[in-house]
């Protein structure tokens, strides 16, 4: 299935958070639901849970990547 790389707008503190809270091996439930959100209003269909991938390295222009596996459009 193929991947789509959601990109979330945040502020660094926020994004520090969510960071550590992967790397400790918890879920930030709140940026990985506004991900999900993120590809139906794209008009994709979510085909599991998003993972996230990090975050970027701005300064003041921070965001969060998720990627997240959607069901393919072509239909046999």
Known sequence: ????RIH????PTTARRVL?????GGVHHESREA?????WRQGRTPA???VFVGITN????VQLLYDVEVYSDTVP
């Not at 299935?1 to 789509?4: E, H, K, V, W």
């Open 1 to 4: 299935m193929p991947l789509l």
């Open 48 to 50: 599991g849970d998003p």
């Open 58 to 61: 701005g300064r003041r222009n």
């Open 35 to 39: 991900a999900r959100e993120q590809v």
């Open 8 to 11: 979330l707008d945040s502020d």
């Open 20 to 24: 550590q809270t992967h790397r400790e």
